[in-house]
């Protein structure tokens, strides 16, 4: 079993900067994937970005590339989600998930990952 806690969330100016933060804890050594998404009320939750991290390839939808990125620090099982460049629309809930399958769908896909955090919400102000 894996346990991931996001943390890290506020509410922010646009054109500001944000970084959320998560932990993993738990059977960690088994994991091959890590990501985050997004969900705004009345909307399917959305892959915001994500790492493959055996082979440390990283995957970022079309809306956040360029802004965000996800650093990692494997030695303290965190992963990150550096936010810059904040738009109102990248206002949500934003959550870690984690999985331990070689195989399950696209990076984008919800299905893809088992274990999830209870998310964090982000607010941008304009």
């Known amino acids: 079993q894996v346990q991931v806690v996001e943390s890290g969330g506020g509410l922010v100016q646009a054109g500001g900067s944000l970084r959320l933060s998560c932990a993993a804890s738990?059977?960690?050594?088994?994991?091959?994937?890590m990501g985050w998404f997004r969900q705004v009320p009345g909307k399917e939750r959305e892959g915001v970005a994500a790492i493959r991290i055996r082979s440390g390839t990283t995957f970022y939808a079309d809306s956040v590339k360029g802004r965000f990125t996800i650093p990692q620090d494997n030695a303290k099982k965190m992963l990150y989600l550096q936010m810059n460049s904040l738009k109102p629309e990248d206002t949500a809930v934003y959550y870690c998930?984690?999985?331990?399958?070689?195989?399950?769908?696209?990076?984008?896909?919800?299905?893809?990952?088992?274990?999830w955090g209870q998310g964090t919400q982000v607010a941008v102000s304009s």
């Open positions: 998930a984690a999985d331990n399958r070689v195989f399950g769908g696209s990076w984008y896909s919800i299905t893809r990952y088992k274990y």
């Open positions: 738990g059977n960690t050594a088994t994991l091959d994937w």
